[in-house]
């Protein structure tokens, strides 16, 4: 299926068979496509990439398209690996995580750090992170295929 190239977001690299790979719901999936291409909040003058998710809902294509900033997507890529780290040690914890330290990393960007932390907040923290942890397990060979080829493509570009 083609992704649309005349609505606000302009695809410029594509990958139009992503429902055939998209982790547990390849061939059964509504993200069609990604893009990389200028955002559509672009103004005038300035410009912007973002990469975008393409959703069908096998009538039109779906509001629930997701546009994000290319910084915005590596940063859910660090959160993915840093989450994936802490829970390949966290069986040490009773409650997989450090109650009296929450704060799992902060990763320096931009002359601060984004803070990675166990959501405290949520009233079924307890509940919920066993779910999570279990999730991450059960996907391990999806996550680590996807990380292993990112790595290597890091490793090709000098990074």
Not at 28 to 51: C, E, F, H, P, Y
Not at 102 to 120: E, F, K, N, S, Y
Request: net charge negative; aromatic share 8%.
């Amino acid at each position: 299926m083609k992704i649309p190239t005349t609505l606000k977001h302009k695809p410029v690299i594509v990958s139009e068979n992503y429902e055939n790979v998209d982790g547990r719901y390849a061939y059964n999936s509504d993200a069609k496509g990604l893009s990389l291409g200028l955002a559509q909040w672009n103004d005038r003058g300035k410009v912007d990439i973002s990469a975008k998710v393409w959703r069908y809902t096998g009538e039109k294509w779906s509001r629930q398209s997701e546009e994000l900033p290319l910084h915005r997507v590596l940063d859910l890529a660090i959160l993915v690996c840093r989450a994936k780290l802490h829970f390949k040690e966290a069986y040490r914890y009773e409650k997989l995580y450090d109650t009296e330290k929450p704060v799992i990393d902060r990763v320096g960007l931009q002359g601060d750090a984004m803070t990675v932390a166990v959501c405290t907040d949520n009233e079924k923290i307890n509940e919920d992170i066993k779910l999570f942890s279990q999730a991450l397990s059960d996907d391990d060979e999806l996550i680590g295929e996807r990380l292993r080829m990112l790595s290597s493509i890091l490793k090709e570009m000098g990074y």
